[in-house]
């Protein structure tokens, strides 16, 4: 059974950074594209950044993160990453930990193509 476990969330400065763990177990890192989703209050849910586990090509859907959070993994914790600096107000959000598996085990955009997901961690941003 795949088990995705966030941690890193928290209270910040605007202008302050975190990093937020995926703890991953139950299946093999190698074989699926892995990554992160948020959901703002009031809002759709977003995908952040993904890793295709196959060839780790990196992937950055949401434009106003990019240049400023990082996804990264270490194959030997199972476990990715994502760097977050200069947050903003408006980074606050539930971060979730998603996993794509199966016939199409790929990076994709939409937050229904993936069907594996952790509890979320809290992020805000504020002063």
């Known amino acids: 059974q795949v088990q995705l476990v966030e941690s890193g969330g928290g209270l910040v400065q605007p202008g302050g950074s975190l990093r937020l763990s995926c703890a991953a177990s139950?299946?093999?890192?190698?074989?699926?594209?892995i990554g992160w989703t948020r959901q703002a209050p009031g809002k759709a849910r977003e995908v952040v950044s993904c890793?295709?586990?196959?060839?780790?090509?990196?992937?950055y859907y949401a434009t106003s993160t990019k240049g400023r959070f990082t996804i990264s993994r270490d194959n030997a914790k199972n476990t990715v990453y994502l760097q977050m600096n200069s947050l903003k107000p408006e980074d606050t959000a539930i971060y979730y930990c998603v996993a794509r598996t199966g016939r199409l085990p790929w990076c994709a955009s939409g937050s229904d193509d993936y069907n594996n997901w952790g509890q979320g961690t809290q992020v805000t941003v504020s002063s």
């Open positions: 890793i295709n586990t196959i060839d780790s090509t990196t992937y």
């Open positions: 139950g299946f093999t890192l190698e074989d699926y594209a």
